[in-house]
């Protein structure tokens, strides 16, 4: 966990997480104009929280210190 690839993948995977969080919750205005945009930066907020959440929670799982909880070596 504390090695440098360990939070390169974390961080990866928190922006993977906003930049979907951010589609899904864009998605639901009905034009971009009616976005309400701090809903959009809350969700982003939580699912980036859950992301690192889960990175770190998936430590020690299997032979290998990465941020999934597979080994895909």
């Known amino acids: 966990m504390w090695k440098k690839h360990f939070w390169k993948d974390v961080a990866e995977r928190a922006l993977k997480t906003a930049a979907q969080a951010a589609i899904a919750a864009i998605g639901t205005g ?7 945009w701090i809903a959009v ?28 909880l597979i080994d895909a070596e």
């Open 41 to 68: 930066v809350s969700v982003i907020g939580m699912a980036v929280a859950a992301s690192l959440l889960m990175s770190i929670a998936s430590v020690g799982i299997g032979d290998h210190d990465s941020a999934s």
């Open 30 to 36: 009905t034009a971009f104009g009616d976005v309400n």
